[in-house]
C-alpha cells in the first residue's frame, strides 16, 4: 500500500474543503494550502460576478495546484490541499500517475450545502452558482481510487472518517 504524502480536499463550493483541509492538517501537523489562493484575479472576479469558470478559465489554476503537489512529492514534505476537481479530468491531472496523492471526495447532498453556503459570510463564490458546480460534478467511477467523505456531520466525524479510511495516525497534541 502507497503512504499518502499529499491529500486533495475536493468537492463543489461550500461542501467545507477549507474546514475539513484545515483541521486534517491540524491533525496531521501537515501544511495546508486552500485552492482559491491559486486563482487568477480574473477568476475570482468572474466568480463574484456570478459567472462559472469554463474548463479553460481553471486549467491553469489545476496546473498551478499539480505543481505545488509536485514540488510537494519532490521535497518529501507531505501536504493537504483543496480542489473542487470536480470533473474527473480535473481529479486525473492532479493525482493521475501521483501514487502518493489521495483523493478525497467531500459528500453531501444540494439542500445541506446551500444552507452551508447561505450561513457563509465574506467568500466571493456566489451561492447562485451552486447549481453549475452540481451540474458539472462528476461523481468518481468504480475504476478511480477517490474516498467519498459524508458531510452530513460535523466536521471532526468527517475527518475522523478520513483519518481511519487513509489509514493515517494522526500527530500527537
Known sequence: MTEH?????????????????ELLAEHLGWDYA?????????????????HPLTDADRLPWLQAIAAWID???AA?????????A?????RDLLAGGRPAVA????????????ARMKARKGHFFKATL??????????????????LAPITGPPEETVT?????????????
Open 103 to 114: 483523493m478525497v471526495l467531500l459528500d453531501g447532498d444540494r439542500d445541506l450545502i446551500a
Open 71 to 73: 514540488e510537494r512529492l
Open 34 to 50: 486552500e485552492a482559491d489562493a491559486f486563482h487568477s484575479q480574473a477568476n475570482i472576479d468572474k466568480m463574484a460576478s456570478g
Open 86 to 90: 470536480l470533473k474527473r479530468g480535473y
Open 5 to 21: 504524502r499529499v491529500i486533495v480536499i475536493a468537492g463543489v463550493s461550500g461542501s467545507g474543503k477549507s474546514t475539513i483541509g
Open 130 to 147: 451552486l447549481d453549475t458546480q452540481f451540474a458539472d460534478l462528476e461523481l468518481p467511477a468504480p475504476d478511480e481510487d477517490v474516498l
Open 76 to 84: 518529501d514534505r507531505p501536504g493537504i490541499v483543496s480542489c473542487s
Open 161 to 173: 472518517h478520513i483519518l481511519k479510511s487513509l489509514n493515517l495516525t494522526p500527530t500527537p497534541r
